[in-house]
């Protein structure tokens, strides 16, 4: 069956959730991208706008994420007509928020709606990653949750290799994006090529030690484990500067642990109530705005659902 229309929905993702470099991920309830998928005759996926990108990303269809997904969709789906997009960003871009994941998510999700919702969200994996491989590179911390949702483990790149893991009930992040760029592939260059066997021991004890703390829906333990990072944080801590400073003010707001989302800029402080998150992120933000660097202030909850369909027609 095929639809003339389809708009999808895909999520804000936390990568690393500190300690778990490349491997860790949750999905956030907002904010999010949205792609709207309008059916073509002729094959292909172009985009026809894009809104709320200030005219940053590109139209060509070779190197703009949500183009290359829509592509590789209508190719699983086999179709010969295409699709024509439109995004709506609402994603920051470079701010550690996942946005050229959400924005491979959405489109792909769209145009599997716009031809029947026939492709799994399995089966959508490998076209997302080609999408998110042309600015972020061939990893799925940030792909597995927004199209899954929840907090995921991704030990590959294959369906199979991504593991749901428990999502506590009272769980509430406070973000703050300070408004400054931090290209994903500058703050990788920045990562040593090599990790100590002591760093090795404290790294894996971390990552193991939060997923049981998962397990057991104990934030304060989650958050603990999620600050045991010694390798990344360490050499990307110069590329976000007060981070410090804004990690001690979120904890004196009552957070029960600050880390870098993702590649950063953006900060996520974990908490467990609505009225705290809000409080750090707010306490983040003036930590920043007393040096005169602005930015969004958050609080949002985990979306165990990720990307889904806003609508058909
Ligand atoms: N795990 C990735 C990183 C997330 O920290 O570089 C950004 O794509």
Redesign the pocket.
Known sequence: MANTRAEAFAPATV??LGVG??ILGLALHEPGDVVRAERREDPGAVIVHIEGDGGRLPYAADKNTACIAAEATLRLLGVRTGAALTIYKRLPLAS?L?SS?ASAVAAAVAVNALYGASLTCAELLPACLEGEAAV??Y?A??IAPCLFGGITLVTGTTADQIHALPVPANIVLGLFTPDMAVP?AM??AVLPALVGLREMVAQTAAVAWLVDALHRQDIAELAAAMEGDVV?ETARAHLIPHLEDARAAAKQAGALGVVIS??GPTLCAVCDDETTARAAGEAMQAIYARVGITGMARHTRISTKGAHVLGVA
């Open positions: 990568a690393n470099f490349d550690g996942g994941a972020s590179g990893h911390d940030n994903t703050a990788r990344v993702g590649a």
